[in-house]
């Protein structure tokens, strides 16, 4: 018999128990992007047995103006909109970013460890600062780094987020192993982004090389998850397509990015893979598909409307709801930022 004993695998988070974190913006109505790409995601793995802490991120969302009464009415509305989407507040820590200081405390930090040449590379900065980048507020450009405070504050393992946000899990690995890095310690994990299912970048109704988006100027850009079964309709309608029947496999909708949308859209609404819609749809035109995608949008999205306007008429509940969400949040974060304060070398005397 061998004496040698077989030792696992060292990963970078093998001291950390798993532990899953993501946030919404409560920027505007939340979009069936936000839907397909995170929410319905965050209620599938708040299922799957491991501890899940989401959060409405309130302070990322001032990086650009918010009328404050619309900001008080969609975080209560993103709220709504979490919970009728499965996420169960007995079951996550459901909160809003500013209800817990310690996100902006470990932020700061991180702007201390962060680099401006990483902060350079980041995309959504150039694409939300536009060509007018001198008006854009400092908050946006530091963006980033308040998102790594966000996910590293809970020494979160797993960030269910969409392909948009890859790029800043990314540069929160690079933060937590600089961190870990300078001051000779294994304290903060590299948490892994888990990018899945169909639909984890949809795009624009008008422009199938932009992504769907809150906030984008144009309503017909997006399904809003409040949108009332016509507007539904007519919004899959109007969207931009090609004139060609869909292709018999996924490859013919490789040059199409219009089409290859509404068959992801429709993949990830009906618990199918995209090959398996355009088999079910070979050779039809969309005159008969965008129709069957709006009836199954509407079939999805309007449980989860009637859900989050019956919650709206309470806002009181929600409020309690998000508060106990933030004591929970807070009981992990506090002993976390002090420990990172404590790393640093700040004295810690009351
Ligand atoms: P904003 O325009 O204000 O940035 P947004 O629609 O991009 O709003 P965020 O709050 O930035 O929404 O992102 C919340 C979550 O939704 C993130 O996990 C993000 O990756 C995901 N997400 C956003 N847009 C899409 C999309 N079009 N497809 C898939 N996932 C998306
Ligand atoms: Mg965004």
Not at 324 to 335: L, M, N, T
Request: glycine fraction near 6%; hydrophobic fraction near 40%; aromatic fraction near 8%.
């Amino acid at each position: 018999m061998s004496d040698t004993t077989v030792t696992p695998p060292v990963t970078p988070n093998a001291n950390f128990k798993p532990r899953i974190f993501s946030g919404i913006q409560p920027s505007g109505n939340l979009t069936l992007g936000n839907y397909l790409g995170a929410l319905k995601r965050f209620a599938q793995k708040q299922d799957e047995g491991i501890e899940t802490i989401y959060c409405l991120v309130d302070m990322h969302a001032i990086t650009v103006w918010q009328d404050p009464e619309a900001l008080r009415r969609q975080t209560r509305e993103a709220a709504a909109a979490f919970i009728a989407s499965g996420v169960d507040p007995s079951k996550s820590i459901l909160f809003n970013q500013s209800q817990v200081g310690a996100h902006a405390e470990l932020a700061w930090l991180f702007n201390c460890t962060a680099r401006l040449g990483w902060m350079n590379r980041m995309t959504q900065f150039k694409d939300k600062a536009g060509k007018n980048a001198e008006k854009a507020s400092l908050g946006l450009y530091a963006y980033p780094a308040l998102m790594a405070a966000d996910i590293l504050l809970y020494h979160a393992t797993m960030v269910p987020v969409g392909e948009d946000q890859k790029q800043h899990v990314e540069l929160t690995r690079d933060i937590a192993n600089k961190f870990n890095h300078d001051f000779g310690v294994d304290f903060f994990p590299e948490p892994e982004p888990l990018i899945e299912g169909a639909a984890t970048r949809v795009m624009s109704l008008r422009d199938g090389s932009k992504k769907m988006s809150k906030s984008d100027p144009s309503d017909a850009s997006r399904i809003n998850l409040t949108d009332d079964a016509d507007t539904i309709a007519k919004k899959f309608r109007k969207a931009r397509t090609d004139a060609e029947p869909l292709p018999e496999t996924v490859d013919g909708l490789s040059e199409r990015p219009e089409a290859r949308n509404l068959v992801n859209i429709y993949a990830a609404l009906a618990d199918m893979t995209s090959a398996q819609v355009v088999a079910e749809f070979a050779g039809k035109g969309f005159g008969d598909f965008k129709p069957a995608l709006a009836d199954l949008a509407v079939d999805k999205l309007a449980p989860i409307s009637t859900e989050m306007k019956r919650l709206m008429d309470d806002v009181t509940e929600i409020d309690r709801i998000l508060g106990k969400g933030a004591e929970q949040a807070d009981a992990i974060a506090r002993p976390i930022v002090e420990k990172t304060y404590d790393i640093m070398g700040m004295v810690r005397s009351r």
